[in-house]
């Protein structure tokens, strides 16, 4: 109890909490429709909320719902949530240096709250790859915020979900929020030529059934993204680490 009482008193934990409440009304936003979503796809309230909760991975919710819908064999639901989350592997690598020396339960539990915009948001914060005092507390901040942000506007949608007409376009937002996560990612030519690939995949594929065009486009970038990783020229290793 102490330890979480120093955290949230500790001035990175709210700087967490404000960097991203200036983007919580896109995570809301894709929230409340996600939410609208769930109870419309048919999983009724009780199941929507335990989806929501235990899940809590707006793009594979909305990849899988359809799926059920539509009555998909379970591992291509599985598939497709799987391919979606992908990205977490990648995160999870990056955020390894700075908590891979915390408990194995510790690490579990932050993997939950982990998302994508927090990411960023982190990685902006703490550029240089080392653990430090002050991490723990703004990652939590951070977390707080989008988990907040998510659920509250999630569960509105749930509970609210006849009285929100589908005409108001406010998945939009949720929209502008991700486009806005991707342009932040794009920091270099390999990133940007992925992001280009994956797009065309996924509209050349976009007549596949069960929306497996999300999968060919995944496929697409992560094979461009290996080849030019692969091809690009090394950089020389200075001299003292070859001695």
């Given at each position: 109890?102490?330890s979480w009482?120093?955290?949230?008193?500790?001035?990175?934990?709210?700087?967490?909490?404000?960097?991203?409440?200036?983007?919580?009304?896109?995570?809301?936003?894709?929230?409340?429709?996600?939410?609208?979503?769930?109870?419309?796809?048919?999983?009724?309230v009780?199941?929507s909320?335990?989806?929501?909760?235990?899940?809590?991975a707006?793009?594979?919710?909305?990849?899988?719902?359809?799926?059920?819908?539509?009555?998909?064999?379970?591992?291509?639901?599985?598939?497709?949530?799987?391919?979606?989350?992908?990205?977490?592997?990648?995160f999870?690598?990056?955020?390894?240096?700075?908590?891979?020396?915390?408990?194995?339960?510790?690490?579990?539990?932050?993997?939950?709250?982990?998302?994508?915009?927090?990411?960023?948001t982190?990685?902006?914060?703490?550029?240089?790859?080392?653990?430090?005092?002050?991490?723990?507390?703004?990652?939590?901040?951070?977390?707080?915020?989008?988990?907040?942000?998510?659920?509250?506007?999630?569960?509105?949608?749930i509970?609210?979900?006849?009285?929100?007409?589908t005409?108001?376009?406010?998945?939009?937002?949720?929209?502008?929020?991700?486009?806005g996560?991707?342009?932040?990612?794009?920091g270099?030519?390999?990133?940007?030529?992925?992001?280009?690939?994956?797009?065309?995949?996924?509209?050349?594929?976009?007549?596949l059934?069960?929306?497996?065009?999300i999968?060919v486009?995944?496929?697409?970038?992560?094979?461009?993204?290996?080849?030019?990783?692969h091809?690009?020229?090394?950089?020389?290793?200075?001299?003292?680490?070859?001695?």
């Open positions: 109890m102490g009482s120093a955290t949230w008193r500790h001035p990175e934990f709210g700087r967490g909490a404000r960097e991203m409440f200036g983007i919580s009304m896109g995570i809301a936003a894709w929230g409340l429709v996600t939410g609208v979503a769930m109870v419309d796809s048919g999983l009724g009780p199941l909320i335990a989806m929501s909760l235990l899940v809590f707006g793009s594979a919710q909305l990849a899988a719902l359809p799926l059920i819908a539509g009555g998909a064999p379970l591992w291509v639901v599985w598939a497709t949530a799987f391919c979606v989350n992908l990205r977490f592997v990648i999870s690598a990056q955020w390894r240096p700075y908590f891979a020396h915390l408990p194995l339960r510790r690490r579990l539990v932050l993997s939950y709250f982990t998302a994508d915009l927090n990411y960023v982190f990685m902006r914060r703490f550029p240089d790859p080392h653990p430090a005092p002050e991490q723990l507390p703004y990652f939590w901040g951070g977390v707080a915020m989008n988990w907040v942000a998510w659920q509250g506007a999630s569960m509105t949608g509970l609210a979900a006849d009285a929100v007409p005409e108001w376009g406010i998945g939009f937002a949720g929209t502008l929020a991700l486009l996560l991707m342009c932040s990612l794009l270099d030519r390999s990133a940007l030529v992925a992001a280009v690939v994956a797009g065309c995949a996924a509209v050349a594929a976009y007549a059934p069960l929306r497996l065009n999968v486009a995944i496929a697409a970038a992560v094979a461009i993204g290996l080849l030019l990783d091809t690009a020229p090394r950089r020389p290793r200075p001299a003292e680490d070859r001695t």
